[in-house]
Every structure is written in C-alpha cells, then in structure tokens.
C-alpha cells in the first residue's frame, strides 16, 4: 500500500532530514515511527501523506508515484488520509460538532448524511454528548479525541498521527492508542509518530530515524 524507495528530503539550507529511507507498509498494518527530537518522524508523514515530496527516492501510495503526480491530482489522493496533529489544530471559535464536520464540507458533504457521519465520529471517540461542547472546555485528552473524531469522519483508510499523546498523562495516552488500534482492527492503517514505542497487545511494525536515517525496521510485541 505505501512504499519508500531510496527516499531523500532536503530541505533549502538545511541538512538531510530523511536519508536513504526504504520500506513499505501493508494495508491495515499499525505502524510506530519512533527516535528523538528532529529525527525527521515528521518529514517521514509528510511524505507519507504527500504534503512533502522526496527530493529524491520513490513514494508509492497504492502503486501511484506521488513525485510524478500533478499538483491538481494531490487533494484527491490526500482524501485517502486521516490528520492527528499533536497540538490538535481545533478551531476554537466552533463547537465540537462543527469541527468535525470541517472536512465534509471541504468535500461537499453537507446535510443529513454530514450529521450522521459527525454523530457516529464522536460517539466513537466517546464525544457524542459534547457536541455543542466548545472545544476550549475539553479536556487535553478530549481534544486529542475530538481532533481523531474530525481525522476519522471521513473514512479515510489512513490514519497518521504526529505524537498524538506528547502532551497526555499516562491514562489518557493509553485511551487514545487504545482508540488507534480499534480503528486498525477494522482494517485502517494506521501510523503513529512517538519518541518511544509504547505497545499495545498485539504486534506492530516500528521504523526507528536516528538523525534522519532509518534504522532496519522491527517487530515488536
């Protein structure tokens, strides 16, 4: 489904943030990206979901070369992403419904079809009786959970998120990858930027950057 081939991104005036990088991700695979601070974790997702392009090297998604795509085709294939930022990007002038519904009405979705949609992403982030909630009311964990619910309402088969729970305490990290592997179970590939690779129950794949190299990837338990 999402394949690095050699991939390099040099940013102007700066030094290599991702060098050499090569690996591939299955459909419905939970992804950990881990390393420190500037490792180029979030070089790596932007890639991944063709906000950056590869100086050089190859980027397939679904067998398209994102590189040789025009800039007119990108939104299309960005339709295919869901975007967990870690400091969340809610609008804090709209309510919690009215953020999720954001990337609908960016799509044209509106109506009832809209609101069933934003219903079922909050009730499943736990939010459904929040909606008229304004977001600054909500809890850090509430949140992140709202900005998962806005990342999720239009179905995307993945889910890519940038330190998702940097901010969180322990309880609220742990609800929130919980959140992330139910979306997996039901067939979302999901891939998560970390400084560490906090496990869930079942195995998952981790691409470990140091310095913007990428260590050989591992399986872990």
Known sequence: MIVFDNVTKRFPGSQEALSNASFSIEQGEM???????????????????????????????????????????????????????????LLYDRNCYHNVALPLAINGITGADA???????????????????????????????????RAVVSRPSILIADEPTGN?????????????????????????ATHDALGTAN?????????GQLMSPQVVG
Do not use: C
């Not at 079922?120 to 909630?133: F, P, R």
């Not at 195995?203 to 310095?211: C, F, G, Q, R």
């Open 168 to 192: 969180l305490d322990k309880n609220y990290a742990d609800d929130i990858l919980t959140l992330f592997s139910a979306f997996q179970q039901v067939g979302v590939t999901v891939i998560i």
């Open 31 to 89: 992804v950990y990206v881990t390393g420190h601070s500037g490792a180029g974790k979030s070089t790596l997702l932007k890639l991944v979901a063709a906000i950056e392009r590869p100086t050089n090297g190859t980027v397939l998604i679904n067998n398209q070369n994102v590189s040789k795509l025009r800039e007119s085709a990108l939104p299309y294939i960005r339709r295919k992403f869901g975007l967990v930022f870690q400091d969340h990007k």
């Open 203 to 211: 195995e998952h794949k981790v691409l470990h950057l140091d310095h």
């Open 115 to 149: 609101g069933k949609r934003i219903r079922a992403a909050l009730d499943k982030v736990g939010l459904l009786n929040k909606e008229k909630s304004m977001p600054i009311t909500l809890s850090g964990g509430e949140q992140q959970r709202l900005a998962i619910a």
